[in-house]
């Protein structure tokens, strides 16, 4: 079995991050989405690995190299425009060949991976098995419709009056007979090519396609709210490791992460929360919940339930919560005051703001 990952979109949800960055290396818990992708992909025993990639493909190859960190081989196949799931397919028609592979989006995140879906997929290798949750809006998602023997018997994007509450997840499992659906499709009315109307050729077709309910935590991280929740979904599972230096003055309370070369003095750290390497944090609370990059600077501060990227400082700021701070983000006090603050900020911004007197 091959993967192939999706990492070719826009972001356009994630802007102003994404201008300057894929969103699928936004990190949760201090590592890029993709990574954890890449990681889940690992562990299911797949090592061919292609990623589609589109404009900002550079920063993908940068960041992931050959995939060997990974123990993964991995080709770049890359994308003219982001044309629907079902283009990048065909897009990618050379490297998957005939061999079964798992159609992974590169902004999602299964917390608990997905190696035993992918041995169900092995164990019965029906033309496509479908990932699914229950979700409370399904006019946000493409939805599956399940007969009374499980095979799925509809899918619909996005349905105005939906039959199900089942929305499909960012991970397919597909044998080669999914490249004649997409043979056989036409542009949808926003001119891309769906997968899930291959996938409703299939069913058309009398092909085997089948369902299974994911049993842990997805999330799509395209949004961010989103973003934010997966961050603290895998804080929730960290355990304490102190490899940086935290003073005797500093107080801590929950599991905490300080990595190497990391200083924090006179600080209260609530965990759960990460600090990463060379960051310093001084006179500041942090967390819970907070994910503080590579070399940041947090002083005379409060951050909490926020994502900061590396290289970024926070001077003098207090009541930063539910944000996403860019790479190399200035943020400090202009002026005395009591408004609490929610940012998204992008890479190599400067951002003054109001704060209550320290």
């Known amino acids: 079995m091959k993967a192939l990952v ?19 290396l936004v990190p949760v818990a201090n590592k890029p989405v993709l990574f954890h992708c890449l990681e889940s992909i690992r562990d299911a025993g797949i090592t061919e690995t292609g990623i589609i990639v589109g404009d900002l493909g550079t920063h993908l190859r940068q960041a992931v190299g050959d995939g060997g960190r990974f123990g993964l081989r991995v080709t770049y196949i890359a994308q003219d425009a982001p044309l629907g799931l079902a283009h990048c397919v065909l897009t990618a028609r050379g490297f998957l060949g005939d061999d079964d592979f798992v159609m992974y989006l590169g902004d999602n995140v299964f917390a608990d991976g997905v190696s035993t879906c992918a041995d169900a ?3 019965v290798r029906p033309d496509a098995l479908l990932l699914l949750t229950k979700v409370e809006d399904p006019a946000e998602y493409g939805i599956a419709t399940l007969g009374e023997s499980g095979q799925v018997t509809a899918v619909t994007e996005k349905p105005a009056h939906a039959t199900s509450d089942l929305a499909v997840t960012g991970a397919y499992f597909f044998r080669s007979t999914i490249h004649a659906a997409i043979a056989r499709i036409q542009p949808s009315g926003r001119g891309e090519l769906e997968i899930t109307d ?3 050729w299939l069913i058309a077709a009398g092909m085997d ?4 309910i994911y049993p842990g935590y997805w999330k799509d ?16 599972a960290i355990d304490t ?14 599991p905490v992460i300080v990595e190497a070369g990391a200083q924090v003095r006179g ?13 310093t944090v001084v006179n500041s609370s942090i967390g819970p919940f907070t994910s503080l990059g590579r070399q940041c ?5 409060t951050i909490e339930r926020s994502i900061v990227l590396d290289g970024s400082s926070v001077r003098r700021v207090r009541g930063i919560s539910g944000s996403v701070i860019g790479r190399r983000a200035q943020v400090g006090s202009a002026r005395p005051g009591t408004a609490a603050f929610q940012l998204v900020i992008g890479d190599d911004c400067q951002v003054m703001v109001a704060s209550p007197a320290l």
């Open 121 to 123: 997929f092995r164990s």
């Open 6 to 24: 999706l990492s070719g979109g826009t972001g356009t949800r994630l802007r102003p991050l994404s201008h300057t960055m894929p969103k699928q």
């Open 297 to 301: 600077v947090v002083v005379d501060s």
């Open 198 to 200: 291959a996938i409703q």
């Open 267 to 279: 600080a209260h750290l609530r965990g759960p929360l990460i600090i990463g390497t060379g960051s």
């Open 209 to 212: 396609v089948r369902a299974r």
């Open 241 to 254: 490791l102190v490899a940086g230096h935290v003073d005797d003055v500093t107080s801590v309370s929950g």
């Open 221 to 236: 991280t395209g949004r961010i709210d989103h973003l934010l929740d997966c961050n603290r979904v895998f804080l929730e």
